[in-house]
């Protein structure tokens, strides 16, 4: 069916347009009607019979004003992020103003903040630690993220940008030191400086510590602000750092690619579009996350919760035969394997929680651009599935329903902005405690790097100062699908999230044998 622009209907009163119209286009689409804008005309299509009659009607009548809101949105995906005019007034992005307005409020805190973004590594070795502080610089210099503070105009916060690269290195040497002392002395030493805190406003944001344990033997923690970065922003600093250092040791030129867009010109792309947003988005938000809790795991009894929370971290591999069934099964259920293995986690927490309809945030890490891959910044985000289990449900029910929020979530991708826009939505946002996260592909890099055969790089775990109760992520490697499983030791104990990891693997093991199997006869045991 196509309604011309000349296609007559009543216009609607001023207060009937606009507020009603993503609501009437959604409740289509779950029903299969695809309204769409094709040379200037609106054009609907759908199973015969299917519209109602009442509906037409009111597509007739607001056909101007729908016709206006479907250009809009599909401006929001065409308008590229540029680079900005030199000189201007950079406001913060989206998830930044969450930051500065939600969670720094929340702990009590204004201008200082803990850089609760860190990537560690052991190196073992002899360093030119002169060579790896240009190749620090070398980063600074590319991304504005890394040379940003937070400053404040007639109360408004915004990104103040230096010109000049500006980080905090300094080299801690414990190996005065004999044998062992000398890492007790390091390790020491590193939870010192992760216990700091920063001045968002006086900076810098970024700071290194190269703790030397011996002639070959160090310790490299580089330390951001979460306002200024993400968990993928460390691997991407990791990454170039290494890359610099290895090319320079060869006597040739750093091969970075050449960055598109800065951090800033996205935050300025987000404040151009957000009333296309707010018109398109809040309706929808507004109403799906109505009445609907986050899911809330139970805490462990007997224990007492800290004062300053810090993150344990378990993790269990699930093997080569476990993890190319995964993958086999998610091909065949025409998923993504992380949505597989979502509705899977569903199914033992819901149980866990004793909690049937909920809300699960499933962390993007916002790079879903070309011009964004290799961006430092703050840029990831929650997206919120709304999940409701049915007594009688069979897995692939539920792996449907997961499908079908991921698509709804992606389709009205918040940003950020919903805790900021969204009536009641922002204590949602801060009291979630429990995040669902599958890392990009450069997580399962090799774990122990090479650097032209004169050193080796391994990850070095660190105790996170900020964590949520139970944050489950996955990543994909040479040695198949590895879960991580990041707690608070004050409110889960480790018995606990072991046998939380054994349960998803059994539950996997079922379920890409048999994924029409009823949800109550998946063997989910937490004890």
């Known amino acids: 069916m196509v309604m011309t622009t000349q296609e007559g209907g009543k216009q609607p009163a001023p207060n009937e347009r606009n507020g009603d119209i993503w609501p009437l286009l959604d409740a289509l689409s779950q029903r299969g009607i695809q309204v769409s804008c094709e040379s200037g005309n609106l054009r609907v299509r759908g199973p015969k019979g299917s519209i109602r009659p009442d509906e037409l009607h009111r597509l007739r009548a607001q056909k101007t004003e729908i016709l206006r809101e479907l ?21 913060l992005s989206v998830m930044q103003q969450f930051w500065w307005r939600g969670f720094l409020q929340r702990f009590g805190l204004t201008r200082k903040s803990r850089r609760v973004c860190t990537e560690a590594m052991r190196i073992l070795g002899p360093i030119d630690v002169g060579l790896l502080k240009e190749c620090i610089k070398l980063s600074v210099e590319r991304h504005e993220s890394l040379r940003t503070t937070i400053r404040t105009i007639n109360g408004i916060p915004t990104q103040n940008i230096s010109i000049r690269p500006k980080y905090d290195f300094e080299l801690v040497d414990s190996s005065r030191h004999t044998g062992p002392r000398s890492e007790q002395d390091a390790l020491s030493r590193v939870e010192e400086f992760l216990d700091e805190t920063v001045d968002l406003c006086a900076g810098p944001l970024m700071a290194v510590r190269l703790f030397k344990i011996s ?12 306002i200024v970065a993400d968990g993928v922003s460390t691997q991407i600093l990791k990454g170039e750092i290494w890359k610099s250092y290895g090319s320079r040791l060869r006597g040739a030129a750093s091969q970075l690619p050449s960055l598109p867009v800065q951090f800033g010109d996205l935050a300025m792309w987000q404040h151009e579009i957000h009333h296309i947003w707010t018109r398109r988005h809040v309706p929808y938000w507004t109403e799906h996350l109505a ?39 998610a091909r065949r259920s025409q998923t993504l394997p992380s949505l597989l293995v979502l509705a899977a986690h569903v199914v033992i927490v819901s149980r866990w929680s004793k909690q049937r309809d909920t809300i699960v945030a499933l962390l993007s890490n916002g790079r879903d651009r070309p011009e964004l891959a290799g961006m430092i910044g703050y840029l990831s985000y929650y997206l919120h599935l709304r999940i409701r289990i049915e ?137």
Request: glycine share 6%; net charge negative.
């Open 71 to 91: 250009a809009d949105v599909a401006d929001i995906n065409r308008i590229p992020v540029r680079p900005r005019v030199p000189g201007c007034q950079v406001p």
């Open 215 to 226: 002639a070959e033997r160090y310790i490299l923690v580089a330390a951001l602000e979460h």
């Open 291 to 329: 009445g609907a809790p986050y899911l809330s795991i139970p805490v462990d009894q007997g224990l007492v919760e800290a004062e300053k929370p810090v993150g344990l971290v378990l993790s269990k591999k699930l093997g080569g035969t476990l993890s190319a069934g995964v993958l086999a099964q």
């Open 391 to 527: 007594a009688k449900d069979r897995f692939r029910n539920l792996l449907d329903r997961v499908k079908e929020e991921y698509h709804l979530a992606s389709e009205h991708r918040d940003f950020g902005w919903a805790p900021l826009c969204v009536p009641g939505c922002r204590e949602t946002y801060l009291n979630v405690d429990h995040v669902f996260n599958w890392l990009p592909d450069y997580w399962s890099d090799d774990p122990c790097a090479d650097i032209e055969g004169r050193m080796s790089v391994k990850p070095f775990p660190v105790p996170s100062k900020v964590a949520c109760k139970f944050r489950l992520s996955f990543c994909e490697g040479s040695e198949g699908i590895e879960a991580i499983v990041q707690y608070r030791p004050d409110q889960l104990r480790s018995s606990t999230v072991e046998s939380y990891l054994r349960s998803l693997c059994k539950v996997l093991k079922v379920l890409v044998h048999n994924p029409d199997i009823e949800l109550t006869s998946l063997p989910v045991c937490l004890c």
